[in-house]
């Protein structure tokens, strides 16, 4: 009983073999060969011989206990396929054994690569000079054919290649060899094998293809629309080919080309090869609308975006490569999941941020969440990874929500320069967290600005740092009731609140200070102070504001009354009177006690949507669970009922959320 052979393959170091297709396995990916030659073929020839011959003399060497894993050989006698012969021809095989039911064994011949059940009284036991020959089967595969799933067309090709002898260019190294078949039987016409087998695997082999809900695919983010919608190319042998295709077809329109490769009857639907505009090159194209003036709206098919053309402009795909028109489109459309906030739409500042953390170059993982029917986009998450860490597109666009406000603006370059000029102001331009319990009030309080009164002449100078800040809010006890106002929701997770008891003081304050800055003399603020309350004018309204991100003509900040975010212009904010410095910052910064979520994936859009619904805007009572890190934990409950609604129980019972 001999173990696993002990003798290793040395390989061939060119990368140029010349080779025996000896097994081949319903895809490109299981293949085997052996090498050709005289320190290969040849020595497998004199033993499978010297075996046949020990195999005829040694009836008695049979195994008696088969074990897994061992080494045997099997001899077999067939009939001569001659049909006028009636000669047998004997053979003899090493196998090894990979698991064993009963009296029977699964075996693996080592030299040819088949996988047979055999019974373990046809097995004989073998000498140690039977094992001096390395194993013979080489596991392969075809090089630019993986990760497809063939036809039945393909397979029938593919099985065409068992028993021929081929140049094997060795394109990856490993356990499994990749490689590329050359058939030189006339060297006149080399065909390279892989080639011609991968015209049996475009349409659907080759078409980009989503995982299921929770796994996650590589891909370029290729384009993103101006409603934040992304395409993204996932990557894979129709990635490849699409890559090698298009570098054919800007060699052939390089050259003179023929008029019939002008496309003189454009048709809505038809795939056409058109310039780029931006780049001069030649891409593929789907004919979206005809157009005065013989113009052409076109839609690049592999990529997503959009362009009117000149009908001059239009090519006959097949014409410059038979193949084009058969390659599936790699573009596939995706939402991003959770975007855009509820309650707000996607702006131009939002796309423009997006479209800057999305290079084209960079692999990302998209991590499916959500495939919905026939025509519902598939909503994903956008990550990419940082070091070990993956970070999320979605979520750090998520917290970048003022951007998301009509008029909003994105300016990298211009923000970076202004956060330089001023050391304080060094920080990234990223909407922090809010505060939404108000700062101990331990601050300084010194000298008050005076309020000024209509009519009055403006003061000269403000010294802000100097300002008191409001008192805090008091918030009540663990355990204990209190009546609130939803001021603002994203998720169960984070939320806003305001007292229920000071909604109308709030009020009267706006009232005030709308009063108030109608008649205010304006003031020029040439330095904005992160850690100071202002007073900011939206949709016609004055609130107090923390400014979060300075952006020299406009500001993002946070609503300390409301507890969300938005962007106003710079010229909006004004310094906060002193009488509106009394009552305590309203909004608080809240979370679901007691829930999580269904998923754990997080909050789905779904669960956004219902606890918005359920929620926003509305008198409840909560419950105070906990006070950690200036977030309150909370329960809610709906009491303008005859019966209190737990708004738990609508989560759970609509299986969006899990209790704790």
Avoid at 127 to 150: C, M, R, T, V, W
Avoid at 184 to 206: F, G, R
Wanted: net charge negative; with cysteine; proline share 5%.
């Amino acid at each position: 009983m001999l173990p696993l052979n002990t003798a290793t393959m040395v390989l061939p170091t060119t990368d140029f073999w010349d080779v025996y297709i000896c097994f081949v396995n319903d895809s490109p990916e299981d293949i085997k060969v052996r090498l050709v030659g005289d320190k290969y073929s040849k020595k497998l020839e004199i033993l499978e011989e010297e075996l046949t011959e020990y195999c005829q003399n040694n009836g008695h060497a049979h195994v008696v206990q088969c074990k897994e894993g061992h080494v045997y050989a099997v001899y077999s006698t067939e009939k001569n396929k001659d049909a006028n012969s009636d000669t047998n021809t004997d053979t003899a095989n090493r196998v090894k054994v990979k698991s064993i039911k009963g009296s029977q064994a699964e075996c693996l011949w080592v030299d040819h690569g088949d996988i047979e059940t055999l019974k373990i009284s046809d097995l004989l036991y073998l000498k140690p000079e039977h094992l001096y020959l390395p194993f013979q089967a080489i596991d392969s595969s075809l090089s630019g054919l993986e990760h497809n799933e063939p036809s039945e067309k393909f397979i029938d090709e593919l099985y065409k290649i068992l028993g021929n002898v081929y140049v094997a260019e060795v394109v990856e190294r490993g356990s499994k060899m990749s490689m590329i078949l050359h058939d030189t039987e006339d060297a006149d016409n080399e065909v390279n094998v892989n080639d011609k087998l991968s015209e049996y695997i475009m349409d659907e082999e080759l078409a980009p293809k989503l995982p299921e809900v929770g796994e996650t695919i590589e891909c370029y983010v290729s384009y993103v629309t101006e409603t934040g919608k992304l395409f993204i190319q996932p990557t894979g042998t129709g990635l490849e080919r699409l890559n090698e295709l298009m570098e054919e077809i800007q060699i052939h329109y390089a050259k003179k080309i023929s008029a019939d490769e002008f496309v003189s009857k454009p048709e809505i639907g038809k795939v056409v090869g058109v310039q780029y505009s931006t780049d001069g090159c030649w891409y593929r194209a789907v004919i979206k609308a005809l157009l005065p003036e013989r113009k052409i709206q076109v839609h690049f098919v592999d990529y997503g975006n959009m362009e009117v053309v000149s009908q001059n402009m239009l090519r006959e795909l097949w014409k410059a490569n038979r193949h084009m028109s058969k390659l599936p489109f790699q573009a596939i459309e995706c939402d991003l999941s959770k975007l855009p906030p509820i309650g707000r739409n996607w702006t131009e500042a939002s796309v423009l941020r997006l479209t800057e953390l999305t290079p084209c170059d960079v692999v990302f993982h998209v991590k499916i969440l959500y495939k919905g029917a026939r025509n519902t986009l598939p909503s994903v998450e956008l990550l990419y990874k940082d070091g070990t860490d993956f970070v999320s597109v979605n979520d750090m666009l998520y917290k970048d929500d003022y951007l998301f406000i009509p008029g909003a603006t994105y300016t990298p370059q211009l923000a970076l320069e202004e956060l330089q000029k001023s050391p304080d102001n060094a920080k990234s331009p990223i909407v922090p967290e809010s505060t939404a319990i108000a700062k101990d009030a331990s601050h300084s309080r010194h000298d008050e600005i005076p309020s000024p009164s209509a009519g009055s002449a403006p003061e000269e100078t403000f010294v802000y740092s100097d300002m008191p800040l409001p008192p805090p809010l008091e918030i009540p006890d663990v355990r204990a009731c209190w009546d609130i106002h939803v001021s603002w929701v994203s998720d169960p997770s984070n939320f806003a609140c305001t007292p229920y008891e000071t909604v109308e003081v709030f009020n009267s304050l706006k009232n005030e200070m709308f009063r108030f800055y109608q008649h205010a003399p304006h003031q020029t603020l040439d330095k904005l102070d992160l850690e100071q309350l202002y007073a900011g004018l939206y949709d016609n309204v004055w609130y107090r504001v923390r400014i979060s991100v300075n952006y020299s003509d406009k500001v993002s900040v946070y609503f300390v009354d409301k507890g969300d975010y938005t962007l106003i212009k710079t010229d909006n904010i004004q310094p906060l009177a002193a009488q509106f410095r009394e009552l305590p910052c309203q909004a608080t910064r809240c979370k679901m006690g007691a829930l999580k979520p269904y998923s754990e994936d997080g909050w789905s859009d779904k669960a956004r949507a219902r606890f918005y619904k359920l929620v926003n805007g509305k008198d409840l009572v909560a419950i105070i669970l906990a006070k950690i890190d200036n977030i309150i934990s909370v329960k809610l409950y709906d009491t303008g009922t005859e019966q209190d609604l737990d708004m738990d129980d609508f989560m759970i019972d609509d299986q969006l959320a899990v209790a704790k």
